[in-house]
């Protein structure tokens, strides 16, 4: 038997005691507070009897989704049962994952008699894993109010917490429809279609006259029309560097997560729009290769790669990509490498292996931008401190400039963006690459 005393007690119970201290000097009220202790603990009594002796009590289960969705919010729902014969008024204290270091998350309830109400809160999870969930725990008092009983619904369970998922479909609808201007994002301007021209022939009835060929027309002396067929589909793959430059926090979340976020993104429209996705992972060595494909389950193979993805933040060897691409890639392909480069000097020390990559595929190397040097940069200066760190910020995002240049200037597309407007920065390149028909 668990109990649990209430506020209304102890201010009963203080009060009575008060009643004896003063019956000591007035006799009369020493007479009355008799009485008055004995009603009170027969309300006590009674109360212990209407929580435990009729039988009654509070059932409460959890529901929620078999994964969670890293870096979105995730509803969990409390369903809650009263079956008590009277109105019952409790606190519901449930027992969160250790990952989120929550400890006294509880929400108040009110039970009529046989009825049962929901109760629901979101979760936010800026890691990837398996989150255990304990159990229930139930306050619950009788219209006494002077004892509460707790009750312990048994909901240990556990959940894993898989790469953002749950704006898969947002994603996705507005890349079909190329909608992707949020965040200050600029839709990309369709060019052509999605054929690729494959002959020159005669013209027939029923060819579309804006494909006539002028040229080949003049030259044979009668109508010619250029012959199109659909895009073949092209492999488009999503390398991500786990190395030390990768462990920056931004809101809670690694730099590494945003990228593995992105990469199950891009990878769901790309298969979407026909072209087949595949993933590398590394640090100082290869860690795990998808060979791009679209066949049906291959958005589950990446998904459980993405979940699998460790790192001790080493080093990265981008020549052993290289090598790696070489030999594994034999189609061209477009390799979206999700990195992050502080400084022109450490991309200079890895230049040359860009441009090797570059040579045998196109190469996006997508990296990231500073919020807090953006931040600061905002700043009022008000000392000679604040003056140094404002001149420190603007040399920071100075060299980040000069890193996109140089990559210009290396032949090497890049894509400079912040963490938060990651997926839709990258879908946009996907498509100006795609309409532009540079691979």
């Not at 509460?148 to 048994?154: C, D, E, L």
């Not at 090797?356 to 990231?368: A, H």
Request: glycine residues 4%; charged residues 20%.
């Amino acid at each position: 038997m668990k109990l649990f005393v209430t506020q209304r007690l102890y201010i009963l119970l203080v009060a009575l005691i008060l009643c004896f201290l003063m019956g000591y000097f007035i006799p009369v009220i020493y007479t009355v507070a008799q009485p008055l202790a004995l009603v009170f603990f027969l309300l006590v009594g009674a109360d212990i009897i209407l929580l435990y002796g009729l039988g009654g009590t509070v059932v409460a289960e959890r529901k929620n989704k078999e994964r969670f969705s890293n870096g979105d919010d995730n509803e969990v729902v409390l369903e809650v049962k009263n079956t008590y014969p009277f109105q019952i008024d409790g606190t519901l204290l449930d027992e969160l994952p250790v990952q989120f270091q929550i400890r006294d998350y509880n929400m108040p309830i009110i039970l009529s008699p046989g009825n049962t109400i929901t109760k629901s809160y979101s979760l936010k999870p800026v890691s990837r894993g398996i989150y255990a969930f304990g159990n229930i725990n139930i306050l619950v008092s009788s219209p006494l109010n002077l004892i509460r009983r707790r009750i312990i619904a048994s909901a240990q369970k556990e959940v894993k917490v898989y790469p953002s998922f749950i704006k898969l479909q947002q994603y996705e609808l507005m890349a079909l429809s190329q909608r992707l201007f949020m965040h200050g994002q600029k839709p990309v301007r369709k060019v052509g279609n999605s054929q690729e021209f494959d002959t020159i022939r005669d013209y027939v009835a029923g060819d579309d006259p804006r494909h006539i060929n002028w040229s080949a027309t003049a030259r044979r002396g009668h109508i010619m029309t250029n012959h199109y067929i659909d895009e073949r589909s092209q492999n488009i793959y999503c390398i991500i560097d786990k190395s030390r430059p990768m462990k920056m926090p931004f809101g809670g979340m690694t730099l590494l997560d945003y990228a593995i976020n992105a990469s199950l993104v891009i990878a769901e429209v790309a298969l979407k729009k026909g072209d087949k996705a595949g993933l590398l992972t590394f640090e100082d060595k290869i860690d795990v290769f998808i060979k791009a494909s679209n066949r049906n389950k291959q958005v589950h193979q990446l998904m459980e790669g993405l979940y699998q993805q460790k790192t001790t933040f080493k080093e990265p060897d981008l020549a052993a990509v290289y090598t790696f691409l070489k030999k594994q890639v034999n189609q061209r392909s477009l390799l979206l490498l999700f990195t992050n480069f502080e400084s022109i000097h450490s991309l200079n020390r890895q230049l040359k292996h860009l441009q090797m990559i570059n040579r045998e595929n196109l190469l996006m190397v997508i990296y990231f931008r500073n919020t807090a040097v953006d931040q600061l940069i905002k700043e009022n200066a008000s000392s000679t401190r604040d003056i140094y760190n404002q001149a420190i910020a603007y040399q920071m995002l100075d060299e980040k400039l000069q890193i996109k240049d140089a990559l210009h200037r290396a032949g090497i597309l890049s894509l400079y963006t912040t963490p938060e407007n990651l997926n839709v920065g990258v879908i946009n390149k996907y498509i100006e690459v795609k309409t532009k028909r540079l691979l």
